[in-house]
């Protein structure tokens, strides 16, 4: 016996689930590529292959959509920590070789997103702000003994930040395309004299 049901139309999702997973991920490829300002709903849509009247539906905004999309890329507390694990020593290179390798990887794209989105965007800013000072900021002044230690551990986020700006949003060669390794063998030390030199 044949079956006789007619067939799904081409992209049609089997669940929501499905669609809103789908809808996050080109929504992240967006923002990190284009920022917030550039991304609009339409072209989030476009790339999921789902009517714009869905993207609503799910996040009842674009910046409904942008919370979602930073909000649950993978966490890295785990990656975080493995930055302090060693202490002081060495942690510029760590911290510079940490962030470019997960921001190299299109699956840890939170961070990118926001760096790119912050110059345009106030929730974007406040998200960069917010993460950088309790992520970073505050803990590794807590672990510097000495009555600037607030000020070097900016000078710390100024910068990693201005690194991945230059790597990841105005794209600056030959920052762009050197590896990893020579960036936090060159870089590193900068980082680690803000903070010990």
């Known amino acids: 016996m044949t079956d006789t049901r007619p067939a799904g139309r081409p992209g049609r999702w089997r669940s929501g689930a499905e669609s809103r997973q789908r809808i996050l ?93 912050a110059p345009t965007h106030d929730q974007s800013e406040a998200l960069v702000r917010e993460y950088v000072h309790r992520e970073i900021i505050d803990r590794l002044a807590e672990m510097l003994d000495a009555p600037d230690a607030g000020l070097r551990a900016g000078m710390v986020a100024v910068q990693l930040l201005g690194l991945a700006a230059a790597r990841y949003v105005v794209r600056i060669e030959p920052i762009v395309s050197a590896s990893v390794d020579e960036l936090a063998s060159r870089f590193g030390p900068l980082v680690q004299r803000c903070l010990t030199g």
């Open 25 to 117: 991920e080109a929504a992240r490829a967006l923002f990190r590529e284009h920022g917030y300002a550039g991304t609009t709903v339409r072209a989030v849509a476009a790339e999921a292959r789902v009517d714009p009247a869905m993207v609503f539906y799910f996040f009842g905004s674009k910046q409904g959509l942008f919370g979602a999309a930073v909000e649950m890329a993978p966490a890295l507390p785990e990656t975080i920590e493995s930055i302090f694990v060693g202490g002081l020593d060495g942690i510029g290179e760590r911290m510079v070789r940490t962030l470019l390798e997960k921001m190299d990887r299109s699956e840890h794209a939170s961070l990118a997103i926001i760096t790119r989105s």
